[in-house]
């Protein structure tokens, strides 16, 4: 079998861009250059055509009326812009918000920022599976609530949170409810009707598409207001000034559309790949899968390796596999990871986990390649410490 | 005779007496309160009849329409009881009703 080395298994962290999308764009970086907002001249009106495309295929993957997309930078921006700018347009009635220990930084940032500002936070633990208590959250409700916010599907260990069930209690309590679906969209089903949504984050490079743009679907009915993160010129209904990049727009679109009609056949080929993967895995002694074992993306697996350093094993794999410890935004830091505490797991063993993501090009044989060498790796790394030990 | 009363920008409060069947924008403007212009006479173009309203008032009128929000989207100085003036119906029920008229306007007409 031919593989190319090293395999990657980092697409939590981001995907390739699909050959599909990156055809799509090419014309706008070239000969089709305009300004979206420039409507005097034809140049600027087929970018602004192309834009507009583009929102409704994203608009489409969601369950969403075209108009309730604004484009972002990216996920990180588009959480920003929800939690602070619901919060801050809001302002002075309610002051409570609720949010999960496992959301991405970004998310935990944003809101801590929030309390400097007045606002009171709730942090809700998770169960040991990762999955958060929807009874928990439904207590923690309180007439100052104003916004929950929970991911769709976690960046770490891959567990799809209950956003159906926990976007209905939202919508009883009246409490705008914010869900991250960086890692979600174009991955699972998502419909922002059912599963009463106001607010949702999605991240083009985590699909498929160009980095540097993202989304944030805001709710038309009933009307979801916020405060804008920069003044400028109005763009994006006034949520989002900037001139849109729009070969990245394209992109961003042409990812949603192919994601939209693949999604459910490439999450039974994930899911396949992921169980070859896993019974390799799980066969190493003292191996153990984090997060929940069913309610789960197909496309994580986050696996520790008790005693095994993962930061040594995943030098140890730096020829053969491409993967990574937690999250990238916090790889940087030798702590554990802080998701992986909230699942209880203790530091040793949450210091010896690595995150395995399998992709749209992921093949079985990549799986043999990857399995091979991480057994190997993990061998090879308890005789060492053996032998130091001896 | 029913009442009702409206908060200028520099917060002297102007009480005026109000019809059942006129519109906010109307009340105002009977009264000579020009600081709601009503630039589109009440087609939803211009928003520059946005008043906000005060809380206890706002739950008791139906909701906006989609084109009345998307006016909204506009307006300047825009707030969680925020309505045009144009699209809110005086009635007896809002006897007492009270609403803040905003520092400025923005007329999307104009843009």
Redesign the interface.
Known sequence: MTVQRPVYFDHQATTPLDPRARDAMRPFFEESFGNPHSAHHTLGRQAAEAVETSRRNIAALIGADPREIVFTSGATESNNLAIKGAAR???N?RRHIVTVATEHKCVLESVRALEGEGFSTTLLPVLPNGLVDVAALAAALTDETMLVSVMGVNNEIGVIQPLEEIGQLCRARGVLFHSDCAQAAGKIPLDVDDMAIDLMSISAHKMYGPKGIGALYVR????V?LEPLFSGGGQE??MRSGTLPAFLCVGFGAAAEIARQEMSDERVRLAELAEQFKVRLLAVPGASLNGDADKRWPGNLNVSFAGVDAEALLGALIDDVAAATGSACTSAAVEPSYVLNALGLDAELASSAIRLGLGRQTTSDDVEVAANAIVHAVDTLRAQAQDSAA | MAVMTFVMPDGTRREVDATPGESILAIAQRHGINELEGACESCMACSTCHVVVEKDWFAKFPEPSEEEDDMLDFAYGLALTSRLGCQIIFTVALDGLVVRVPSDRHNALLD
């Not at chain 1, 038309?220 to 009307?223: A, D, S, V």
């Open positions: 347009f809001v302002g009635t038309r009915r009933p009307r207001r209904r006034g």
